[in-house]
């Protein structure tokens, strides 16, 4: 066996197509998977980013190792190997790859072996069940078509969806948060953590403070599925990265079509992308040559107005307004532009430390795309930053494409469903609250009390909440905390009430704060009480709630 080759997997490790050693080569009377799933080392930054145009690579990349993890064809590995590269095979994830599932039902439902994935016609269905279940809340709106569906003589395709979300009895603007899944067929985790994202937010609405006051005031659009043609290819079992697209040269099942993460019109055809048509990273023939591509981003341009200038070294103003998060998997990251150079985009200060409030939570690297990974031009979020001056951001969650349901349910939705609450909360002015301190732990002497009657009204102002993979986030001492009643402090007009230290001196990076709140004034029935916190900065942070009923 080549010394370069240092995992390979035996016969007896894959119950399906075993992979035998000899850089490749089968033995007699055996056949290898299809595709394989391997690190494979790099020598530098230059020779990650040819791999990036070359292979199928996932976002785990050991900079200290010079390893990156890729999704390759028995002929990839061959070349690789070849080269003298060291090429490692993971097979536990190489097995799955290649599980069969043609004839396998679901009983229960979603994905056969994979139940806890919905399906594109589950995932559709629950969707469109809000509206009529929720109707004051939740809209579910056709922005566009697939590939399939504009394409005749084919499969039927399907519409490109969005779901909004918003108390519809409360008008006036409203801060937006854009949440995208499924732009990756195969990338599991994405379509159903935003779809359950959405499902809580309207099962909440009314018992819980913060939802409620969320919709009151926000709005979610959330696109679950924004590749569903070729979600549906993936949900068969195979590594369908691309759209469906049969039109760009004659490749494999698993390979035609074109990359949609790399088809945007920012900044196409730039490092990252490739010009190959079977290729996993085709940039397609042209700037959002593909009607998906097109369809999201009408669609984010028709959201949020354009906030930075035409000049790459331009940044968005600090009160700016929108967040836009993409859901893809694998590898650990919370990442933020650029994605196609290393230069350091005009709102890296602000992106990073909102970057660093989200890891905290899900404890992920927080770093630019292109510096903590490898180049990838013509990407959703590269395009909402750079048209829009939007806060853009994509989580690589969880280890695996198709993750298996124990770690979806364990680690990967405990880990990311409060990071897309924090995400939500910081939609209305993202690159100013990040900065500012958490309002926690909040609590009532009473939390139903008699008109006239005063209450004790407590929380944590916290400015340390910050997670420390990628580096760390200086925090301030707190020097103000406030609380306003019914009403959120920027809606005009409302008054708001300072909170004091429990300890007397606002000192500390972290603080015990309380205030008396007087209920004469107040009517009969359940009032919000939303408080914020302020560092020695100068800096706001998110709002937190909690209801007071009066009688």
Wanted: proline content about 5%; some cysteine.
């Amino acid at each position: 066996m080549p010394s370069s080759v240092t995992g390979v997997l035996a016969a007896a490790a894959l119950a399906v197509s075993p992979l035998v050693a000899q850089a490749g080569v089968p033995a007699e009377g055996q056949s290898r998977p299809s595709v394989l799933l391997a690190r494979v080392s790099f020598k530098s930054r230059v020779d990650l980013d040819r791999l990036a145009e070359t292979l199928d690579l996932s976002a785990a990349v050991d900079h200290e190792k010079k390893t990156v993890e890729a999704v390759l064809s028995p002929e990839e590995y061959d070349a690789l190997v070849k080269e003298g590269r060291r090429v490692e095979i993971l097979e536990e994830q190489t097995r799955l790859l290649n599980e069969p599932r043609e004839g396998r039902v679901s009983l229960a439902g979603g994905i056969p072996g994979y139940s806890c994935y919905r399906t594109v016609d589950e995932t559709y269905a629950a969707m469109a069940q809000l509206p009529i279940t929720y109707p004051n809340l939740a809209s579910w709106n056709d922005i566009g078509d697939t590939w399939d569906k504009l394409t005749a003589g084919g499969k039927p395709g399907d519409d490109l969806r969005v779901l909004v979300l918003t108390n519809k009895a409360r008008t006036g603007s409203k801060a937006r948060f854009f949440l995208m899944g499924g732009i990756h067929a195969r990338e599991y985790t994405t379509a159903e953590l935003a779809t359950r994202f959405a499902e809580q937010l309207v099962s909440r609405y009314g018992t819980d403070p913060d939802v409620t006051w969320l919709l009151d005031y926000s709005e979610l659009h959330v696109v679950v599925q924004s590749n569903p043609d070729g979600r549906r290819v993936a949900e068969t079992g195979l590594s369908k990265r691309k759209n469906t697209n049969t039109t760009e040269g004659s490749c494999s099942t698993t390979t035609y079509g074109v990359d949609l993460n790399r088809n945007s019109s920012f900044d196409w055809g730039g490092a990252g992308a490739s010009t190959s048509v079977c290729n996993e990273t085709y940039r397609g023939r042209s700037a959002a040559s593909e009607p998906e591509t097109k369809s999201l981003e009408n669609y984010i341009l028709s959201l949020f107005p354009d906030q930075r200038g035409p000049a790459s070294t331009d940044p968005a103003p600090a009160d700016a307004t929108g967040l836009m998060l993409s859901l893809h998997s694998y590898g650990g990251y919370v990442l933020y532009p650029w994605s196609a150079t290393t230069a350091a985009a005009p709102n890296a200060t602000q992106l990073r430390t909102l970057g660093r409030k989200f890891n905290y939570f899900n404890g992920y690297q927080a770093c630019q795309v292109s510096s903590c990974l490898y180049s990838a031009s013509g990407s959703t979020d590269a395009f909402a930053y750079g048209r829009l001056g939007i806060a853009s951001f994509t989580f690589e969650m969880g280890g695996a494409f198709f993750e298996s349901c124990t770690t979806f349910e364990n680690t990967i939705v405990p880990k990311n469903m409060p990071a897309l609450y924090y995400a939500f909360k910081a939609a209305r002015r993202p690159y100013q609250v990040a900065a500012g301190p958490d309002s926690i732990n909040l609590a009532l002497s009473a939390s139903t009390v008699t008109q006239g009657t005063s209450v004790t009204l407590t929380a944590r102002a916290d400015d340390t909440r910050y997670g420390t993979n990628g580096g760390t986030e200086g925090s301030q001492a707190i020097a103000a905390a406030r609380y306003s009643i019914d009403a959120p402090s920027w809606v005009s007009g409302t008054p708001t009430f300072a909170l004091s230290a429990v300890d007397g001196s606002f000192n500390s990076t972290a603080e015990s704060v309380q205030a008396t709140v007087f209920t004469s004034g107040l009517a009969a029935g359940r009032h919000t009480l939303f408080v914020e916190s302020q560092d020695a900065s100068g800096n706001w942070g998110v709002p937190t709630a909690i209801f007071l009923n009066v009688r």
